[in-house]
């Protein structure tokens, strides 16, 4: 469930945002939409079964070039385990800050939708 999460527009919009375009394939764009917010688009740069990459190419201020690694690792009993680290940031001011704490809020949600299936992403 964790991989179907990370990897398709339906799991994106069970946890993210409810407004997800694209297709999942290495090399394509995740554009995400979010009401009142910038949007971001993540060039699918990696999908292993333990580890997905993207590179962002669309995004406020200078996130564009950022990566987010998502790391999936299966913990003992029955669970798993995910890492994200996005990085490549030029400074750890502004826009570091503010997706440091939307991570934290992105990661929790997805860790609510993949336990119990129900649809809540952050942002509607």
């Known amino acids: 469930m964790v991989r179907k999460a990370l990897s398709t ?4 919009r069970g946890w993210n945002t ?18 009142g917010r910038p949007e971001f688009s993540w060039r699918i740069d990696r999908d292993d079964p333990e580890e997905l990459l993207w590179t962002c190419a ?5 996130s564009v070039g950022t990566t987010a690694a998502f790391s999936i690792v299966p913990a003992p009993p ?3 385990r995910v ?3 996005h990085g490549g940031w030029p400074h750890d001011e502004a826009n570091f800050i503010k997706c440091n704490t939307i991570w934290g809020a992105l990661m929790d949600h997805l860790r609510a939708y993949v336990e119990s299936g129900l649809s809540d992403p952050v942002f509607s």
């Open 9 to 12: 527009a339906d799991g994106l």
């Open 18 to 35: 409810s407004h997800v375009e694209g297709s999942g394939e290495v090399g394509t764009l995740w554009n995400l939409k979010y009401s």
């Open 58 to 62: 669309k995004g406020p201020g200078d």
């Open 78 to 80: 029955g669970r798993t």
């Open 83 to 85: 890492r994200v680290t």
